[in-house]
């Protein structure tokens, strides 16, 4: 039977054995395989939506790499290419569940905002303020704000990869077949004519908040309104997308007016007859490549090469 001491001995004679890389050897071993991050991450990318930004998945990449160096132990005879490609790829998956803002919870929240506002829109005959859509939902206009800002991190992951999958989902999803490519190109192409049937202002606030990133208080100032106004706008803009995309592609899930005479009901069918005049199967199809990818010149779509 081994002994206590002896097991201890063998675990320090190991330890002693164990090939540390100098900060040289590191160094090298780093800049010689920094290439392999960007192939991995490039894989990542051409199965992911194209909001993903590579950037982030880089830094990780590269803080794997360098961690890789740092833990590779060259005794164990695995090659350091396998031991880092391993650990790249999980840093990058971390990294993909990080941004995946869009959880199951923010889901039904978003869900339960949008059917309150709705109703409300519809009774008031506006868009209700945010304590009218507070009280109505039960809660404060500070929790409102907040499930507002995670609602709205969670549709720029609809709007812009048209998909509502996790992160994990995402990264193993199989690459889709001609059919899927142009239905998902189909989708695309609505979107976009969506957008560009809205109203100026309701427009302006999607295009520069979504598609250019820019903060709230930039778009308040160049409308000359307040913050709150374009978070309103932003909101009745995003229930008019929803409910235009759905009568065009999914009529079951289009909403039935209470009163179909009522000056809100009558704007939002003019809307979504707007949506159907703009559109055609080459116009949809033009806005995206064959791998369904879309660059945006200053708010024009256009197809990426």
Known sequence: MTSTATTV??????????????????EEIIRTHMPLVGHLVRDMLSRIPNHIHRDDLTSAG????????????????????????????GAILDELR???????????????????RQALTTTLGRTPTADELAQALGTTTTDLKQTDTDVQRATVLSLQG?????????????????EDMLIRREQIGYLHHAIGSLPERLQVVITEYFL???????IAADLGVTESRVSQLRAEALSLLKDGLNTHLSPELAPVPDNPESIVARRRATYYNSIAESTSMHSRLAMTNAHGHTSFSRGVPVAAA
């Open 98 to 116: 990080a941004l995946d803002w869009a959880t199951r919870s923010v889901r039904t929240k978003a869900r339960a905002t949008d059917t309150t």
């Open 62 to 89: 590269l803080h794997a790499l360098v961690t890789a160096a740092r833990g590779w132990d060259p005794q164990r005879g695995i090659p350091f290419h396998r031991f880092a490609s391993t650990r790249i790829r």
């Open 162 to 178: 048209f998909t509502t999958s996790s992160a994990d989902d995402l990264v193993t999803e199989k690459t889709p077949g001609p």
């Open 212 to 218: 250019h990133e820019r903060p709230m208080a930039d």
């Open 9 to 26: 001995a063998d675990i320090a004679a190991d330890t002693a054995a164990t090939t540390v890389l100098t900060a040289a050897e590191q």
